[in-house]
């Protein structure tokens, strides 16, 4: 994954829920950051309108760990 997309996709979680960069390991799981399931929700829509992509529900339910939401943001982006 290009680096860029990496530091934007950091910055929605510092932005938005003051997470920093070194609590971001790829296998963490959203909830272990302290993300409610609303705010899980709102992640993806910041996701979905810094990058300007639509994901499926199918999409979304896959996304369980910060892993995994970089995995479905690269198959969209690329």
Do not use: A
């Not at 829920?17 to 790829?26: D, E, S, V, Y």
Request: charged share 35%; glycine share 4%; aromatic share 8%.
């Amino acid at each position: 994954m290009p680096p860029q997309i990496r530091e934007k996709f950091i910055d929605i979680f510092k932005r938005h829920f003051h997470i920093m960069p070194g609590q971001l390991r790829n296998r963490k799981y959203l909830d272990d950051l302290g993300l409610t399931k609303i705010e899980q929700l709102e992640m993806l829509n910041y996701v979905e309108e810094e990058f300007k992509i639509k994901l499926s529900e199918t999409d979304e339910k896959k996304i369980k760990t910060v892993g995994d939401t970089l995995s479905v943001l690269q198959k969209h982006i690329h």
